[in-house]
């Protein structure tokens, strides 16, 4: 698949993208260049190749799960105009 400079005038006017002549056909090329490479890879045969989620198998190091400030909930809700059961009361905005 490829575009003509057409179709690329035609996707910036539908993007509401103002674009010069020369913008218009560098463009091109990089799209075109975008599509020769999605071709090629899907010209791979992938049968028998299973999915993966990364492309190295490793794990993420997590910190360790610990409260590391003091809570002032009692603190930010005494200046709040109306709270309940420790929750903030806002106004209806949606009927």
């Known amino acids: 698949m490829s575009l003509n400079l057409e179709q690329v005038r035609r ?3 539908l993007a509401r993208i103002e674009i010069s002549e ?14 020769t490479l999605i071709e090629e890879m899907q010209a791979v045969d992938t049968r028998g190749v299973e999915p993966m989620a990364h492309a190295q198998d490793l794990a993420q190091r997590l910190r360790e799960d610990k409260v590391t400030e003091t809570n002032h909930r009692e603190a930010y809700q005494a200046v709040a105009p109306e709270t309940e059961a420790g929750l903030y009361l806002v106004p209806r905005v949606i009927e």
């Open 11 to 13: 996707i910036a006017q």
């Open 22 to 35: 020369t913008e218009a056909e560098s463009t091109l090329g990089q799209l075109n260049g975008i599509f």
